[in-house]
């Protein structure tokens, strides 16, 4: 490492979760930018210009080869897990003793530092690492365009259903999510702060329907539920703490909780944000 913190092109950034929506897009653009990259995952899935390695966050004999060399890393969560600090705090304490100097950690706009879940892990990264950034994005745009239980709705049944009535949310591109992880490895120095992602707009869902309608040329609604309708539906498919906490983070949004929008996209990549529209367009518009 240089002496002003900078690990450069010379470092190796560990990405966990490097199949997952931020991990691909983050694990892309370091390698774009000439950064090495060990691309961590559980079936250690090869990715063009990266290291492949295997890890599990909870099988810890997968810890010791996915540090060796790596002296940044970039942090996703075990998805689902209620108490992620409990499985992730004993690989984050190897990771520093292994010479990892530099961390940045996926939490979410809806989790404060000391908050539930990963609001613990954030709360404790300060006191691991002397370079670190905590990324609090708004909910993902990709949310209504990949994998995820909205983008499937709205592709079998021209329907997106929630519980966040007519609240507004700063949906973010996760291209941009990446961009700032990005920065927060790479940049000579680290962020040390948690950064607030939104995109340049609040949206309704009822907006979201309405702009996917536009962009694909399919009648596509929104179909508001109760808290309780949405906590049930999702307990079908997830655990039920997990599905009530996801039921009232859609509550929280119904009251305004998530109706904000941020610079830190501009003031870390140097270009606003992605608009949903744009988004829509570029993964949408041919499906």
Do not use: C
Request: glycine share 10%; net charge negative; hydrophobic share 40%.
């Amino acid at each position: 490492m240089t002496p002003n913190g900078n690990s450069g092109t010379s470092g190796t950034t560990l990405v966990i979760g490097a199949t997952g929506t931020t991990g691909s897009r983050t694990a892309a653009q370091l390698i774009a930018a000439g950064h090495r990259v060990k691309a961590a995952g559980r079936r250690a899935t090869p990715l063009p210009g990266a290291e492949p390695v295997r890890f599990d966050w909870y099988d810890p004999s997968t810890f010791g080869g996915a540090l060796d060399g790596a002296d940044r890393a970039y942090l996703v969560p075990p998805v689902g897990e209620p108490d992620p600090a409990a499985v992730m705090l004993p690989f984050l304490r190897e990771a520093r003793a292994a010479g990892v100097r530099r961390a940045v950690l996926l939490s979410s706009s809806a989790i404060p530092e000391g908050g539930p879940a990963v609001g613990v892990v954030h709360r404790a990264l300060p006191g691991l690492f002397e370079q670190w950034a905590v990324l609090r994005p708004s909910w993902f745009m990709q949310n209504f365009t990949g994998t995820h239980t909205h983008a499937d709705s709205i592709r079998d049944d021209g329907v997106i259903r929630t519980a966040s009535g007519t609240g507004r949310v700063g949906f973010v591109d996760a291209d941009d999510i990446a961009a700032v992880a990005v920065r927060a490895l790479t940049d000579d120095l680290a962020p040390n702060a948690d950064l607030i992602l939104t995109g340049p707009e609040a949206l309704s869902h009822d907006d979201v329907a309405r702009i996917v309608t536009r962009v694909t040329g399919r009648p596509v609604v929104h179909h508001p539920l109760t808290y309780e309708d949405m906590r049930d539906r999702l307990a079908a498919a997830i655990p039920p703490e997990f599905a009530a906490m996801l039921a009232s983070m859609d509550r929280a949004i119904a009251e305004g909780a998530e109706d904000r929008t941020t610079d830190t996209v501009q003031r870390l990549t140097g270009r606003p944000p992605n608009p949903f529209r744009v988004v829509a367009e570029r993964e949408l518009a041919h499906t």
